[in-house]
């Protein structure tokens, strides 16, 4: 069978604070496809990076007196170092920063502008004669017109509403505190409107592989009605606008810090020397492309990033699978910074194994429905599943060979039936995986480490020792048959207890497909798998 060629990228957090167990649970599926994936020995493309341009970065550089760079810097390099202890393996984590990302997208631009998708356009915007200079949304403070209450210029402080800056009112700078007034400004605008009909057949064809919400938000997007969108904005922090004239303005950032997927893409293929027109080419009929991110994050995934790939002619494939979390509520609250009811990731990789943390996001999370969270419902989900069932399978039957037999398993029949159910669960829960539907694939783990525990009780291998030693011999081997595939079979979710497995057994590949024990084994560096949190 022909390798799959398999592109996923996660979304690009935005590099202005620490990531938080909603940035987890949105990205987590994405490289435990991807670790899925290279098991099966397909050719993976798994990227991401750190979002750092746009005016939240540049605000908090003013009110901080630093550069954006030095802010965005700094929580890139905690982003990297977070992902690396909670076990992710992109092929790149890059930043918008990068000179390739740049060069990428500042060519990409002029191609679109070349084939008639970015025009000029004068409208009104905010001034502040006082500073002299244009104002973005985020530089505008006012009043909302839904509830009164303070607001800038794209939402509300108060009730939360999204905002247009020409809805605020009373608006005032935000750096001198001054009226702003309306002034005349040119942008360059994107005609989004001319890709309503390619859109509107990418959400037609892909009801079966983007999840419900991507569908329904899309569908909604494309109803409200399309509209051009301004792809440059009054900003110093960000990247060139390759046209004369545009000194003062950058690259709007929806524009491209979707086009990192592109931009990182293309450098890991360079780097690999792999074609990666043809690799990403809508003619490629061994491609999957998997997008993975937050529920707030759909338009730009399935409207925004898919006409901008139309809009640069280059018969590129535009989005198989949509995976779009839902959202994570912390004890029964919306998460947020301003009220410090908000989580970080390594606040919780201060408290639990990486394992225990990736198990609880894979099987409880935010994947169809918004969750609550909350510290107790780790410890229990890590107790009951990772604890009581596949570390107590593992280790009473490890620690009874080690005590019995000095840790040597003699080789002996594996049970036919086991076999056949373990090349059928090969196969489901591959499917799960492949179709994005990470809850279903852990469910069928589960069911599998259910049937292992029940088959070495029925057996009663501790009386088979006493009483016919080929009968316990042939148990144990089955046993631990089962355990060498389950390590498989869980390295996606926790690969950390999976190479635990696997050491102890001298098991050296990571593959998906049936993992034969042909001989004699000898247990290694016997240990816990999982040790129990105390819930107080």
């Known amino acids: 069978m022909a390798k799959k060629d398999i592109f996923i990228g996660g979304a690009w957090p935005y590099a202005n604070y620490y990531l ?3 940035h987890l649970a949105a990205l987590l599926p994405g490289d435990i496809i991807a670790k899925y994936f290279r098991m099966n020995g397909d050719n993976v493309i798994y990227v991401s990076g ?3 341009h746009g005016t939240p970065i540049t605000e908090r550089a003013r009110k901080e007196n630093v550069k954006p760079e030095e802010i965005a810097t700094y929580y890139h390099n905690e982003f990297v170092k977070t ?7 992109y092929d790149e984590y890059s ?5 390739h990302h740049k060069t990428y997208v500042m060519d990409k631009f002029k191609k679109m502008m070349e084939n008639g998708y970015i025009y000029e356009k004068e409208s009104l915007e905010d001034f502040c004669e006082t500073c002299n200079t244009y104002l973005s949304d985020r530089e505008i403070t006012g009043i909302c017109p839904y509830c009164g209450g303070q607001s800038s210029g794209d939402q509300c402080e108060v009730c939360n509403h999204s905002l247009n800056s020409n809805e605020v009112l009373d608006k005032h700078c935000i750096k001198c505190g001054s009226l702003t007034t309306l002034k005349l400004n040119k942008h360059l605008y994107f005609k989004l409107p001319e890709f309503e009909k390619i859109l509107q057949q990418l959400i037609n064809k892909n009801k ?3 999840r419900k919400n991507a569908l329904g938000e899309s569908q909604k997007y494309i109803d409200m009605g399309l509209v051009e969108r301004a792809a440059t904005r009054q900003l110093d922090w960000g990247i060139p606008v390759p046209v004369s004239g545009y000194d003062d303005k950058k690259i709007y950032v929806w524009i491209e810090a979707v086009l990192g997927y592109l931009s990182v893409g293309q450098h890991v293929a360079d780097k690999r020397n792999i074609n990666f027109d043809k690799f990403m080419s809508n003619d490629n009929k061994n491609l999957s492309t998997y997008y993975v991110h937050g529920k707030d994050n759909i338009p730009f995934h399935t409207i925004i990033y898919p006409a901008l790939i139309s809009a640069l002619n280059n018969n590129y494939r535009l989005p198989d699978y949509i995976i779009s979390s839902a959202y994570v509520n912390l004890n029964d609250e919306k998460m947020s910074k301003s009220k410090g009811n908000l989580i970080t990731v390594n606040e919780l990789l201060d408290k639990f194994e990486s394992d225990s943390i990736r198990f609880y996001f894979s099987f409880k999370g935010p994947e169809t429905n918004d969750i609550n969270c909350s510290i107790e419902d780790i410890i229990q989900t890590h107790n009951k599943f990772l604890v009581g069932m596949l570390g107590n399978f593992v280790n009473r039957n490890l620690s009874f060979i080690v005590k019995k037999f000095d840790g040597n398993i003699k080789r002996g029949n594996i049970d036919e039936s086991i076999i056949k159910l373990t090349k059928e669960y090969y196969i489901s829960i591959g499917t799960f995986f492949e179709k994005g539907e990470i809850k279903n694939a852990v469910t069928k783990i589960i069911d599998y480490i259910n049937i292992a525990n029940k088959y070495y009780d029925n057996k009663q291998p501790w009386i088979q020792v006493k009483e016919n030693i080929k009968d316990f011999n042939d148990t144990t081997y089955t046993c631990v048959y089962m355990m060498a595939n389950l390590s498989n079979f869980i390295y996606p979710i926790m690969p950390d207890g999976s190479k635990i497995i696997k050491d ?3 098991i050296k590949e990571f593959k998906w497909s049936e993992e034969i024990i042909k001989d004699d084994i000898q247990i ?3 240990q816990l798998l999982y040790k129990r ?3 107080q």
């Open 95 to 99: 930043t918008t920063m990068s000179e």
């Open 504 to 506: 102890m057994l001298q």
């Open 83 to 89: 992902f690396k202890k909670i076990n992710f393996e």
């Open 533 to 535: 949190i105390d819930e």
């Open 20 to 22: 938080h167990i909603g």
């Open 524 to 526: 290694n560096n016997l």
């Open 50 to 52: 750190s979002d750092c």
């Open 208 to 210: 079966t592989k983007w």
